[in-house]
């Protein structure tokens, strides 16, 4: 507006201090003339455009339903840094931590397809391999915060917020790792190659454990890869499980379809019990990531487990029998 940029520049008010406009205004008891210059009433408007604008700001409600029009990155780094009251406003609203993936939305019946899960779009960007199905300890270290070492060490604090948030909402609840064993490298599997196992997280899988699972996949000496099925009920994901296809037999493709009824979303790794086929230089290069990706929990900690994960050897189970444990545990309940 003219009137406002002349004001700014002519008359002695300063908006770039606004609550000075509403001190002044509050400690003048009569506003208003009879004969109101024309710079007096654009200043009485401004100022009475502050007032309400600061009222709307004051009350929580409002204030949250404008929070809420941001994006996730603005509502997390930005806006809670603007004043304590914004702060306070954004962690105590439960609708402003479900947008920023902290508390969980309203859970959707398992397997069903008509209730598509959101992905954590702050998470997509930065650990974007997690969402893209196949990954290994080289995709991670090509990741852009590996080529900044202040942004890999801030990504890496124990603390850091992105280990608290959800990976999706509404929220996975339970994983399935799905692991291949191989005796030596190049065999086939054996009748007790596929194994499976189930972790529980009643109050929603966050990204801090999401990543300690797959860390011990892809730090694994013998086979460092992982795949993320986020989707493990599609037909296309359903033919990934065996290999070679012919090993699918009757038996197994039963007890793998009441596997991945039972979870959410599966993780498939591999692992060689001999050891791998990786030369000296990938060993090093994986003892590498290893110390720089290598994430430590709250207490301090190591995460990351031994190269043979023989710390979870003892919870995994044949497919087979982990299928019959489902049925006996569901005709108990019955």
Request: charged share 25%; aromatic share 10%.
């Amino acid at each position: 507006m003219p009137g406002y940029t002349r004001l700014v520049r002519l008359g002695k008010w300063s908006l770039r201090r606004p609550t000075c406009l509403l001190a002044n205004l509050i400690a003048t008891p009569t506003t208003i003339t009879r004969n109101p210059t024309k710079s007096s009433v654009i200043m009485q408007t401004i100022v009475l455009d502050y007032a309400a604008c600061h009222a709307v700001l004051e009350t929580p409600e409002l204030l949250e339903n404008i929070l809420s029009c941001l994006d996730i990155r603005s509502l997390l780094t930005k806006a809670q840094r603007v004043s304590r009251r914004w702060n306070a406003t954004i962690t105590s609203s439960k609708k402003l931590q479900r947008l920023l993936f902290f508390q969980p939305e309203l859970p959707k019946p398992q397997n069903d397809e008509s209730v598509e899960n959101v992905h954590n779009p702050l998470l997509t960007g930065i650990f974007n391999p997690w969402y893209a199905k196949h990954f290994n300890w080289r995709t991670i270290a090509a990741l852009p915060m590996a080529e900044c070492i202040e942004w890999k060490e801030a990504v890496m604090r124990p603390k850091a917020s992105w280990r608290r948030m959800l990976v999706s909402q509404p929220p996975a609840k339970k994983v399935g790792c799905w692991r291949t064993v191989y005796s030596t490298s190049g065999e086939l599997p054996g009748e007790d190659a596929w194994q499976f196992r189930v972790q529980s997280f009643p109050k929603g899988l966050r990204m801090g454990k999401l990543y300690d699972i797959t860390q011990r996949f892809v730090g694994d000496n013998s086979r460092p890869a992982c795949a993320v099925y986020w989707k493990p009920y599609d037909p296309t994901t359903l033919t990934q499980f065996f290999w070679p296809s012919h090993m699918a037999s009757r038996d197994r493709t039963e007890a793998r379809d009441k596997c991945v009824a039972a979870v959410d979303i599966i993780l498939m790794g591999e692992r060689w019990v001999s050891g791998g086929n990786l030369t000296k230089r990938q060993l090093r290069e994986l003892a590498q990531f290893r110390r720089d990706f290598k994430l430590k929990s709250l207490t301090g900690a190591e995460v990351l487990g031994p190269p043979s994960n023989e710390l979870f050897v003892n919870k995994y189970k044949t497919v087979v029998q982990f299928a019959a444990d489902l049925d006996a545990a569901k005709s108990a309940s019955s």
